[in-house]
């Protein structure tokens, strides 16, 4: 069940392999006999290179590919249980402040904050006074009050009205992404920036080899993980399959509830009312309704730079990752698949605490799905994402 063919510029190939946990039958996306079932796992390439091999596989389909989470802080309150987000807001000052536009501290914008409805709760603080209507009188800007919500509580985006149904899988194969080149990107926009083997940005060098080819340099960056922002919103990076416009594009996914690929699947099920928003740096061996979120630990698949970067074998299953060797070892218990991922998140990145940050938040914000299914829509991005990426159009 391998298909070979050209996506744009260069040679993507393209494998699709589920495991179901009675292990009795296998699909492919192009029609080949199908299987379903919690435990299968289903991996894509994608390209990275126009001239050559692709900068992300994907693991995609039954099974929840690995991964792990970090329960994330918004406004500085730890939300859920783990390591706390990137995207912590300090705390409210005092009510005399000069009422000006503060971004938040999460890295976001007045405007989504606003938008979002941060603006009644604590975590935001003195940031976005004017935009939110904070100031008293004799201060500049209008409006009056603001109660404070719960700490660290939503910060959710509006509910998707008329949205496209979709679903999310997850993948992490060290190679660099699609939009690291100045071809791929939108005229005047800066490509992604690629890393060394050590992790070091290689800044504007985006001609730099795919380390997913023989004798390349340039990695995927250990901080291209997700991260929550608030109980119920998080970032992150995906690979997506929507023609040749997409490098740095923004969606907002709102998860179901349900699996794309399991009947009754608890990680699912805790997803939903939660939302994602992604910005694609990626392409290729993905569906058309498909995000392929990157996480570490998530599967390597057929493109395999992370043995080299990462200097170990013990990257799980190869389409399925760290998950899905766990989800084998303890019979599809999701529990018991779900903390032995936390323990590899551990024990693979140790010394690594931006791929540890990303491995963890599957397990806890994200609560280890089998490929939820959700709804999208493109919006606009939020800073915090194209700050990280580098990449704005």
């Known amino acids: 069940m391998k298909i070979t063919r050209l996506i744009q510029l260069g040679l993507v190939t393209t494998t699709t392999f589920s495991v179901a946990a009675a292990l009795t039958s296998c699909s492919s996306s192009d029609g080949d006999p199908a299987v379903s079932g919690s435990g299968a796992a289903t991996q894509s390439g994608k390209q990275g290179n126009p001239a050559g091999v692709g900068g992300a596989s994907s693991a995609a389909g039954g099974a929840s590919n690995l991964l792990g989470g970090s329960a994330a802080t918004a406004g500085g309150a730890t939300s859920g249980a783990g390591s706390t987000s990137k995207a912590g807001a300090s705390m409210g000052g005092a009510a005399g402040t000069n009422c000006t536009n503060l971004p938040p501290n999460n890295g976001d914008t007045c405007e989504h904050a606003l938008e979002y409805g941060w603006c009644d709760q604590a975590w935001l603080g003195e940031s976005c006074r ?234 806890n914000w994200y609560g280890a799905p089998d490929n939820p299914n959700l709804v999208f829509k493109e919006v606009a991005c939020p800073e915090a994402l194209t700050q990280q990426s580098g990449l704005k159009r």
């Open 130 to 363: 004017q935009a939110c209507g904070k100031c008293s009188a004799g201060q500049s800007g209008t409006g009056s009050g603001g109660g404070s919500g719960p700490m660290g509580g939503g910060g959710q985006p509006p509910v998707i009205e008329g949205g496209t149904p979709g679903w999310a899988s997850r993948y992490w194969d060290c190679c660099k992404p699609a939009c690291g080149w100045k071809g791929n990107v939108p005229g005047g926009s800066t490509p992604v920036s690629s890393c060394s083997a050590q992790d070091q940005s290689l800044g504007g060098n985006y001609d730099a080899k795919n380390a997913c080819e023989g004798g390349g340099s340039a990695y995927m960056c250990h901080d291209f993980g997700p991260w929550a922002v608030s109980d119920t919103l998080a970032y992150g990076y995906a690979a997506v399959s929507m023609g040749s416009d997409y490098c740095g594009k923004c969606f907002q996914l709102q998860f179901t509830g349900t699996s794309h690929t399991a009947s009754n699947d608890p990680g699912a099920q805790a997803l939903a009312g939660k939302t994602m928003i992604v910005q694609a740096i990626n392409n290729g061996g993905v569906g058309s309704d498909q995000f392929d979120i990157l996480i570490p630990g998530g599967g390597v698949g057929d493109f395999d730079a992370c043995s080299s970067q990462w200097g170990t074998s013990d990257l799980g299953e190869r389409y399925g990752g760290f998950y899905l060797a766990c989800q084998k070892q303890h019979g599809f218990n999701h529990s018991q698949a779900k903390a032995c991922a936390a323990q590899k998140c551990q024990s693979v990145f140790a010394d690594k605490p931006s791929l540890l940050a990303g491995c963890n938040f599957f397990v």
